[in-house]
């Protein structure tokens, strides 16, 4: 098969790249890119592990074909946080909250929690809880990371996603 | 700057995507290997032709249990790869290594088995039966255990009524969401083998005696691990050998993970459990005598059938002080997938049981089920089920927390008259309460061990050589702690060492909630050697005894003369300038338990957990939904090291049991799962977890290190049976099979309304 060549804004950064036609965004990533931090935990588009935010909204990217990411703006865990190392605000209140156990779940959980909170800025609990339902966590029971979440909503701003760096 | 926080040792790395999984990991010229399945849940193999899937492009080998240079298991082990007989569905026969994963998994399809099918036995009543299929020459009996106290038939003459109940509970996968991995890379020693464990010496055990290698030449790494509640230990050893053994013979790093599916289909599960219950009781409400009979589904293969069996036999008769007690347990084997620990480690059957039971002779009898439980709960120095006199029992104090926060009395009126107003949605409220033997106890009395060293470094610096898995809970950051605690040091000197097994000794698993009080104790004892051997010097400096000495905020100081001290930091140098070193080991053995085997009556455990639970659940009449609404969840943690986090176990041991008592139910009824990924087998989402109340109690035990008790398991077993209460308050329905899904709720709404309808 022939392969296509798509270019795509990854984490601010212009990337241009030959994808076998049938390659799940998720693999391309993860192989081609090496920004593991985006997990697979079914691979059927039913536990969120998986969630990068593809022009502000949050997605499945095991449900995505990499060929169809041609002038996308995609965020994954890596391009959280700022230039010098600091966290972004989701992921100081993750670690404040102990959001987190084994942690398999949570770049896929921030991720969502960010394009939820770019777009809502005082959200409640119930509207949280649903923004996050389709990010499955084995561990924790939710309630901690529905604690971060809220509280990362009291200060948040939104960070320049588009921003493309040199 | 990064911003430090005291929290988890391994947050940073988690929270910024950087912390390295199994599957995350790659070599260079790695190839990528795939299982084939036997499709039959009992089948004889007749032949293998590899053929066709060697010639498929990029397909590098195709690899049988005739390649096994070692053994392929241990006897009624399962097998790394089937050498003759398939025991259950999913089952790997064969190995095809390539170039690509895809290559891999397409190719697998290529191979082709030829089958004699045999019958399957796929419930353990079945497997006990008169002329069962024989699933192993010597017959599909897995254990049989007995115990008790006093005799049954007296206590149940003293009684004025007579129950007799059964309960069932489910097959229930583990699904940690990252499912089974493995790298192997071959080395000139021997061979490298990444994959995430509970347990890094067990797995390299297996893989040892499948490649036919010394332990010694296997180096066993575990880099962070995406959960495993039990589910990484004889899989991940399992799924590390198929990678080692293909890595040996192709010379090549191999690396396995499996699919969602594959995960359900061969990975172990919950034991399903049969509860039969025989009860007397007085007028008065006192429990006379109980009679018990517990049958177990162990699936094809051994596992950690044992001592799960032993525990849910022990503590099958509830944290109750009855005078008499006969239980026994017996578990077979079947034509399932293999039955395992799973969080709670067979105490989330029988809590559920046990629990449910007492609630419903409280409702029939007319007391309220919470002040029944209160009446009969073991106190102080009462003696349990099988005969052990219980120390630091701090029951009435997770009642009393349990009973304010929930204010029960007032609630269960005030939702009873709700209720009276009519409506199509109905509340109701429930309670359980537990008690939990810590660690292995006396049925692991020799494995029961852990072994921890502390390497002090001349700038004071500690690293913690521990084999101790840190699957989530937290583990390693309790061994910090202890450290810390001990010591009297900064956070910041006290680092772990990556878990390889070719410099960490052996700490043993983290299963049984055995991580605090053992691994925590060997921490402990480890620290207190190093302790030692600072304060001999620190005694001699100032003058006083070393027993007096105080270690606290990087100071050394004897508290009658608080104003002279030294601090650790001299100390470290000192010592290194005379030559000597402050570094130290700690092993912690549980022994010394009077248990006898035979009848199963003693010690059981050297201490135990306990936890009580109130929650309230909303049922929709119409459609058989129930929503938890509100869950209280109390657990005394002797110490707790960290509040958070300690509270995040809660949560999630709480989500775990939801699954269990709402939903999760692996659909295998012909020895086929039917239900092999999230869109079918359903587990909690935010939506379906209530608010939760988590309450800490802290009632210190001998044996922890600083009193503290282990935590992770209980918290996975009050909320099935506190939520099919509930459901019996707002409904009653009483629901004796697990899970209470739609379909089980809308069944009993509609036999309900067709009683009511009669009368
Ligand atoms: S891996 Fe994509 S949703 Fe589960
Ligand atoms: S932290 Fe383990 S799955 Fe969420």
Same mark, same amino acid.
Request: proline share 3%; hydrophobic share 30%; charged share 30%.
């Given at each position: 098969m022939n392969k296509i060549n798509v270019n795509m804004i990854v984490n601010g950064e212009v990337v241009s790249i030959l994808v076998e036609p049938n390659a799940r965004l998720l693999d391309t990533l993860r192989?081609? $890119?090496? $920004? #593991?931090g985006t997990k697979e935990g079914c691979g059927v588009g039913e536990c969120g592990a998986c969630t990068v935010i593809v022009d502000g909204e949050a997605v499945n990217s095991c449900m995505i074909l990499a060929a169809s990411m041609e002038g996308k703006v995609i965020e994954t865990i890596e391009g959280l946080g700022g230039d010098n190392g600091e966290l972004h605000i989701l992921q100081e209140k993750f670690i404040e909250h102990s959001a987190?156990?084994? =942690?398999?779940c949570t770049p896929g959980l921030v991720m969502s929690a960010k394009a939820f909170l770019d777009v809502n800025d005082k959200p409640t609990r119930e509207e949280i809880k649903t923004a996050i339902s389709g990010n499955l966590c084995r561990? #924790? =029971?939710y309630s901690q990371i529905v604690d971060a979440i809220e509280d990362a909503a009291k200060d948040y701003y939104v960070y320049d996603v588009c921003r493309v760096k040199k | 700057m990064v911003k430090k926080h005291g929290r988890r040792v391994d947050v940073l790395a988690k929270i910024t995507g950087k912390a390295q999984y199994t599957n995350d990991m790659s070599f260079p010229h790695m190839l990528y290997a795939s299982t084939v399945r036997c499709p039959n849940p009992h089948a004889k193999i007749i032949s293998i032709e590899r053929e066709q899937a060697e010639q498929y492009p990029g397909v590098v080998m195709v690899i049988t249990a005739d390649n096994i240079p070692g053994i392929p298991s241990q006897y009624k082990q399962k097998p790394i790869l089937v050498p003759e007989v398939v025991r259950y569905e999913g089952e790997g026969v064969a190995l095809v290594v390539a170039k690509s994963k895809v290559i891999a998994a397409e190719a697998a399809k290529l191979v082709k088995v030829i089958y004699d099918e045999l019958p399957a036995v796929t419930s353990a009543e079945a497997a006990l039966g008169k002329n069962a299929q024989k699933i192993y020459d010597d017959g599909n009996l897995l254990c049989k255990y007995k115990a008790g106290k006093g005799n049954v038939e007296e206590g149940f003459k003293k009684a004025d009524h007579i129950f007799e109940k059964e309960y069932r509970t489910q097959r229930v996968d583990h699904t940690p969401l990252e499912t089974e991995a493995a790298i192997a890379v071959p080395t000139t020693e021997g061979m490298t083998v990444y994959a995430p464990t509970n347990d890094a010496y067990k797995a390299r055990l297996l893989i040892a005696e499948t490649l036919g290698l010394r332990e010694n030449q296997v180096r066993f790494i575990t880099p962070a691990i995406g959960g495993s509640f039990g589910a990484k230990n004889y899989d991940a050893g399992v799924i590390g050998a198929r990678s080692a053994l293909a890595a040996m013979l192709t010379g090549k790093p191999v690396k396995m993970v499996f699919t969602r599916e594959e995960s359900m289909i061969e990975g172990t599960k919950r034991h399903p459990y049969i509860c039969k219950y025989k009860v007397g009781v007085t007028k !008065?409400? &006192?429990?006379?005598a109980m009679e018990i009979d517990l049958i177990g589904d162990g699936g094809a293969y051994l596992s950690k059938s044992h001592p799960v069996a032993t525990r849910t036999l022990i503590e099958a008769s509830g944290p109750y002080n009855i005078d008499n007690v006969k239980s026994k347990v017996t578990l077979a084997f079947t034509n399932n997938t293999y039955s395992d620990a799973m969080r709670g480690f067979g105490s989330p059957q029988v809590d559920f049981a046990s629990e449910v039971l007492l609630d419903e002779i409280a409702c029939e009898l007319g007391f309220d089920p919470l002040e029944f439980k209160k009446m009969n709960h073991i106190k102080e120095n009462d003696i349990s089920g099988v005969g052990q006199v219980m120390t630091d029992v701090s029951l009435g104090k997770c009642v009393a927390e349990a009973e304010k926060a929930s204010n029960w009395k007032e609630r269960k009126a005030e939702l009873a008259s709700e209720r009276n107003k009519g409506g199509s949605k109905v509340k109701g409220i429930g309670f359980a309460l537990i008690h939990r033997g810590e660690a292995f106890g006396a049925a692991g009395q020799g494995i029961d061990t852990a072994e921890v060293q502390l390497l002090v470094n001349n700038d004071g610096g500690i690293t913690i050589l521990s084999s101790m898995a840190d699957v989530g809970m937290g583990g390693h950051t309790m061994m910090v702690n202890v450290i810390m605690e001990t010591l009297?040091?900064? &956070?910041? &000197?006290v680092v772990m060492a990556p878990v390889d097994t070719s410099y960490v000794p052996n700490s043993g698993p983290s299963s049984a909630t055995r991580g605090t009080m053992v691994i925590g104790n060997a921490a402990r004892l480890a620290a207190e050697e190093v302790k030692d051997k600072l304060a001999a010097i620190a005694a001699d400096v100032l003058g006083v005894l070393k027993e007096e000495l105080v270690f606290k905020n990087e100071q050394i100081y004897s508290p009658g003369k608080a104003d002279e001290h030294v601090n650790y930091q001299d100390m470290i140098n000192e010592i290194f300038a005379r030559g000597q070193t402050p570094s130290g080991r700690g092993w912690y053995t549980v022994s010394g338990l009077d248990w006898d085997r035979a009848n199963g009556f003693g010690e059981a455990y050297l201490s135990y957990a306990y936890g009580a639970a109130v929650t309230e659940v909303e049922v929709d009449l119409e459609t058989g939904q129930v929503s938890v609404d509100k869950f209280i969840a109390v657990h005394d943690v002797g110490h707790a090291f960290d509040k958070s986090e300690v509270i995040g176990q809660i949560n999630g041991g709480v989500s775990m049991a939801v699954g269990m008592a709402l939903f999760e139910d692996v659909d295998s009824k012909i020895g086929h799962i039917k239900n092999t990924n999230f869109d079918k087998y359903l587990i909690p989402t935010s939506l379906d977890m209530p608010e939760m109340n988590s309450i800490v109690v802290e009632v210190p035990t001998k044996t922890g290190p600083f009193g503290a008790r282990g935590l992770g398991e209980p918290t996975a077993c009050t909320a099935a049976p506190a939520i099919i209460n509930a459901i019996y308050d707002a409904t009653g329905i009483r629901i004796r099979?697990?899970? !209470?899904n739609l379909e089980t709720m809308m069944e009993e709404l509609k036999n309900s309304r067709n009683k009511t309808d009669l009368n």
């Open positions: 192989d081609n $890119l090496e $920004l #593991t987190l156990q084994c =942690g398999f561990c #924790t =029971g | !008065a409400g &006192r429990i006379t009297g040091v900064k &956070r910041e &000197r099979e697990l899970p !209470a």
